[in-house]
């Protein structure tokens, strides 16, 4: 990550923190600003490997027990690591065929018709909104033995329906297999990728659902009742049509940068960037264990309901749900993004003196 653009969220941050607009609401939905005695969640392991400096994907791997996969953010080679409980390293992955211009999400799946686990990558960070024209996703078969190699990858390559976008987040459909990209943006979206994925051609992402402000990651249930959206202050729980269940209160880290879930579906684990960055598991509110039990049907998929042409239409448009759907944006949200933009301004113009 640049200089710059560690600036502007370190300024995005502070603002919001010290203005006292970033707390999250509460699992009851009480709204009580978090403070530093608050006990959220349980810290498993930190990263014991000095090459993981900014571990910005997270994900459980789909046949290798108590295994737990990371890649770097920006400005890191196409490679990931498999990392143990106890933080340490069983083996590090090069993925070939791969470009790592801004890796900011993965995503482990398991593949019906083999048994085997699939990992995804996702080269989709553009912090300037634009200066790529299209993203890429890479698809990576899980290696069965855990000693470093080097893996082949399936490059698809995206592009969103309405313009180049910054994104840290991606799931996939463990039912349907389809995926997911969710932008990182001051009014987020969810955007879905075709049902069939093709290699000779780019694929078109269509926006299916609003997503909170700056997400940072993104992650589908096991079973695929439900999906988490994160962002730096707090994580948001959605039906698959796209309705809130609850926001969840998060762990404070440095830089919160991934999300996933646990394999049984009752907790997500969190991680951080930074070097020794922690791992910590979070138990689901009792509202989301109620919505993913109540919504456990793939057929309510965005996934299952849209295919080819129909995706548009068919799928989850959450400004036409019910009262329990997130409209995107907030009072507090635009408060958040007010004073990050006034603090972020002075950080930049003090670095711009710096430079000169």
């Given at each position: ?15 919001a ?5 970033a707390?999250?609401a ?20 930190r ?16 046949t ?9 953010d ?84 995206f ?40 290699t000779g ?137 007010l004073?990050?933009?006034?603090g ?13």
């Open positions: 990550m640049g200089d710059l653009r560690r600036a502007v969220m370190t300024a995005a941050v502070t603002c923190v010290l203005g006292g607009l707390a999250p509460a699992a009851g939905g009480t709204g009580r600003p978090r403070s530093a005695a608050d006990d959220v969640g349980e810290r498993l392991f990263f014991k490997d000095k090459r993981i400096t900014e571990s910005s994907g997270l994900a459980l791997s789909p290798h027990d108590g295994v737990y996969y990371t890649h770097n920006s400005s890191a080679a196409p490679i990931f690591y498999a990392v143990d409980g106890d933080g340490r390293t069983r083996a590090t992955f090069h993925v070939s065929g791969a470009q790592a211009r801004d890796w900011e999400a993965m995503a482990a799946t398991k593949d019906p018709a083999t048994g085997r686990g699939v990992l995804w990558f996702a080269d989709i960070g553009d912090n300037l909104d634009g200066a790529w024209p299209d993203v890429s996703v890479y698809k990576v078969t899980e290696p069965e033995t855990l000693r470093d190699a080097t893996l082949p990858a399936v490059r698809y390559r592009r969103y329906e309405d313009g180049a976008r910054n994104a840290e987040g991606l799931m996939v459909h463990p039912v349907t297999g389809r995926l997911y990209v969710v932008s990182k943006e001051f009014a987020g979206s969810v955007y879905a990728a075709p049902a069939k994925l093709r051609r780019v694929n078109v992402l269509r926006k299916v659902a609003a997503a909170p402000l700056m997400a940072t990651d993104a992650a589908y249930a096991p079973d695929g009742s439900s999906y988490v959206i994160r962002t730096y202050f707090s994580a948001t729980v959605y039906r698959p049509a796209g309705d809130m269940i609850t926001r969840m209160s998060m762990p404070e880290l440095d830089q919160a940068e991934s999300i996933t879930y646990t394999a049984d579906g009752r907790a997500v684990l969190v991680g951080s960037e930074g070097v020794s960055s922690p791992v910590y598991r979070v138990p689901l509110p009792a509202e989301a264990l109620r919505g993913v039990k109540a919504s456990a049907r793939p057929s309510a998929t965005p996934s299952a309901r849209a295919s080819g042409r129909a995706a548009r239409t068919a799928s989850p448009r959450p400004e036409a749900s019910g009262g329990g759907a997130e409209r995107g944006l907030t009072v507090r949200d635009v408060l958040i993004w004073a990050a933009a006034a972020a301004t002075g950080v930049i113009a003090y670095i711009a003196r710096r430079t000169r």
